[in-house]
C-alpha cells in the first residue's frame, strides 16, 4: 500500500510556475507534519517546506517568497506551489511525512518527481 505518492514533476522555462502535489494516507494526513525536500544531482537532500497538521508552515530561506504549500482536506493531498523558478531549483522533489515540525528523520517518504528548469 502506498502512502505517499507524489505528481506534477515536469521540465518548465525560468520564471515559470509549476505545482506538485502529494496525496498520503488518511492517517499521515490527520497525524502528521508532511512536507517536501529536493535533491539536486550530486548534492545533498535539502529541506524545501512542512506544514503541521494544523496547518502552521515551514520554509526553507531559498525557497520563502517563491513557493507556498497547503494541504488539501478533500483528498489528503498536499501541494507545493512554485512560482518564480529558476533553474538552481532543478532536482528530484521527494514527498515526506514524519513527527518534526521540519521533518527531521521523517518516516515516510515518496518516490520523488523530477523538476526541471531551463534557463
Known amino acids: 500500500q502506498v502512502q505517499v505518492a507524489e505528481s506534477g514533476g515536469g521540465l518548465v522555462q525560468a520564471g515559470d510556475s509549476l505545482r506538485l502535489a502529494c496525496a498520503v494516507s488518511?492517517?499521515?494526513?490527520?497525524?502528521?507534519?508532511t512536507g517536501w525536500f529536493r535533491q539536486a544531482p550530486g548534492k545533498e537532500r535539502e529541506f524545501v517546506a512542512s506544514i503541521k497538521w494544523s496547518g502552521h508552515t515551514y520554509y526553507a530561506d531559498s525557497v520563502k517568497g517563491r513557493f507556498t504549500i497547503s494541504r488539501g482536506n478533500a483528498n489528503n493531498t498536499i501541494y507545493l506551489q512554485m512560482n518564480s523558478l529558476e533553474p538552481e531549483d532543478t532536482a528530484v522533489y521527494l514527498c515526506?511525512?514524519?513527527?518534526?515540525?521540519?521533518?527531521?528523520?521523517?518516516?515516510?517518504w515518496g518516490q520523488g518527481t523530477q523538476v526541471t528548469v531551463s534557463s
Open positions: 515526506a511525512a514524519g513527527a518534526h515540525p521540519l521533518l527531521k528523520q521523517p518516516r515516510y
Open positions: 488518511t492517517r499521515i494526513f490527520n497525524s502528521y507534519t
